[in-house]
DNA sequence: GTGCAATCTTGTCAGTGTCAAGTTGTGCGG
DNA sequence: CCGCACAACTTGACACTGACAAGATTGCAC
């Protein structure tokens, strides 16, 4: 996307792919990889290409935006040729599809055992924190296909454990109307997930602990009762 | 971006401009554009380019998102050479940087006379519906030049609007922490105008006013009577 | 009028997504 | 053990894009 800081191709071919992802280098199982003999470097087969190229637009999103990923910067990170990543993806929504679909089931797993809604809301900042890539992608539709179905499912388990978490707080506790109270509390969530992770908030929040503030801002909304 | 959905440059210079522009089209004679004819149909100067780039740009983001955005096809769009945009904004950065300035300077007279707190989200709310291009590049620093001289300053002026709203609670009904409750308030607001625009409140919030959806919300932060 | 600066055009280059067709390796039935 | 179908990857091509450079046109101060 941008010609300017993408450099030819000979100077990002090296190994720097991502360390999310466990060995970009197949190394199956001892296999007879030539080290450094004379032939190509490479097996024609990557091994795990697919997550290889999931860890290096994770890697790129979380630096750089969602715009900033190029299947043939990708592909170069990984060490294959340019077309190898649609091979797994399709094309480029295809991939962004993936990672989004990939999150909601992470966030599905976070919300898993949450304790009250006042955990889920910490849990669902948390994980905006430590998968900032996948929160972005999720929340942007005019990147995603939107009927896919590994996102859909994903992103309707995810909303199940959601509501699951606000329908357990106590009548008296969230007021007059439940559906309000979701909406509330996702909103407070979503917004500060949001702007702590466009670094918005870097000025207002300080060396403090995230999850600490948030804490205590959800201590604004549902109080039953005054300390 | 997407070579596939763009057809020839031939299909797409017709006279689609954006209609928020007030005339980007000079239409010197009112006629409509010869196809082939040796005779140029538009003058030479535009009249105000720099205008019309911007509405368009705000129409193709709106629908399709920032990412969507493409100089040349503003240029279409607009009905001048692929370069001429450049003239006005340097760059693709550039010009979403100026959306982002304009966006921090509409939202800061649109909190000018706010009442109160409540009145002040509300607006907030208000102003990421009514300008929702606005909204997403503002809140998408990957896309902007951070150190633009009109973006900071108007970033600062809306910002001290929001700062002074949400001093003028009075203490009692803030809580102990002034910084948490502006924080809470920032985050309640962004998060339901953020889940807004990009459609994921779309099944609960049905067909009410979100206006009033979200000053109900905020009866939920500082309450510092029960009713 | 003349000169100049702002505006816009034309041409070019490297980078990108996507498709099509070919190549290489793997696993499986026989 | 063998061949063969299929998956994984490569090569090549095309239309598109952003960015830059150099030239053409216009409005405007003087």
Redesign the interface.
Known sequence: ?NPAKAGPASEKTDGSASEKADGPVPEKTGGPVPEKTGGPARPYHHGDLRRAILGAALDVIAA?????VSLRDLARRAGVSHAAPAHHFKDRVGLLTAIAAEGFGLLATALDDAGDLRDAGVRYVRFAREHPAHFQVM?????LRANDLELTTARTLAGGRLRAAVSAVPAEGR?P?A??????A??????????LI????DG??GGQDPDE?FH??T?????PE?P
Do not use: K, Y
């Open positions: 996307m750089e935006g969602p715009s900033a929340f942007a539709p005019e990147l007021g109307d559906r309000l109270a979701g909406i509330a996702w909103s407070l969530a979503h917004g500060f997930a949001t702007l466009s670094h918005n908030l207002q929040v503030v205590d801002l201590g604004m909304l549902f109080r005054q």
